[in-house]
């Protein structure tokens, strides 16, 4: 993602001075709040930041910026966020990074959210670029049933999300599992991850279905690809 398009972005919605900003997590974002930081030092803008994951408010505190939370700031003017696809429709997988929840409830509160990402995530539809699965964050208890009932009603594999640097599962900033569901063919999006959600145990889908208002893509030669939603 090159500086110019993040000011572009940063421009249409920062066009006041004083905002709330909902800071997403993963890779890419890293680079959003650097120039976010730049921009608010040299220009003294009032922005607040509500975090979607500990790493997110590790970033926020890092850069000085002003850190809030959902208590103080249940209405955001804008979310921004990685994701690990994007389809035509601007359908999203999002938890690669194991943090889905606290993103979609961020983003859930905002008025616009956004979405930076690479040309790798950029696909007509989902699965073709991520092979590995959609995220389903889940309570521990529960991901035995929660797998058999996902792979006998929808197909496909799912596995537990297992740690690399420490015996045992992947545990979320909630303390929740992550399954990870190897689908087989394109689905119904929507109706997918309203079934999954209703599965006694399930806490959220890495399934961002309608959210997101506008993704740039950060194109191989340094140029920036915008896409809004086709149907929301
Ligand atoms: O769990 C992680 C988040 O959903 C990230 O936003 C997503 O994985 C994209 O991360 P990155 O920008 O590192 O590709």
């Not at 500086?3 to 709330?20: A, T």
């Not at 995220?135 to 521990?140: D, F, K």
């Not at 929740?176 to 006694?200: H, R, S, Y």
Request: neutral net charge.
């Amino acid at each position: 993602m090159c500086d110019p398009q993040i000011d572009l972005f940063f421009f249409f919605f920062f066009f006041g001075n004083s905002h709330v900003l909902g800071v997403g997590s993963g890779s890419t974002v890293v680079y959003a709040v650097e120039r976010l930081a730049q921009r608010v030092r040299q220009e003294k803008l009032n922005i607040v930041c509500v975090p979607t994951s500990f790493q997110a408010r590790q970033l926020i505190l890092k850069h000085s910026l002003t850190l809030s939370d959902l208590d103080r700031h249940p209405e955001l003017d804008v979310a921004i966020d990685g994701a690990d696809e994007v389809d035509a429709m601007l359908t999203l997988i999002k938890g690669g990074g194991g943090c889905l929840t606290q993103e979609k409830i961020v983003a859930g509160c905002a008025k616009h959210f956004i979405v930076i990402a690479d040309y790798r995530k950029d696909s007509k539809s989902l699965g073709q670029q991520w092979k590995k699965g959609v995220p389903i964050e889940v309570i521990p208890m529960a991901y035995v049933p929660i797998s058999r009932s996902i792979m006998q009603r929808f197909g496909g594999e799912v596995s537990l999300r297992m740690a690399v640097s420490k015996a045992g599962p992947v545990v979320t900033d909630n303390s929740n599992f992550i399954l990870d569901w190897k689908f087989e063919q394109a689905q119904n999006w929507k109706e997918v991850n309203f079934a999954i959600k209703m599965i006694p145990g399930v806490v959220e889908t890495g399934l961002f279905v309608g959210m997101a208002e506008k993704v740039y893509f950060g194109m191989e030669d340094g140029t920036v690809k915008t896409r809004d939603p086709l149907i929301i």
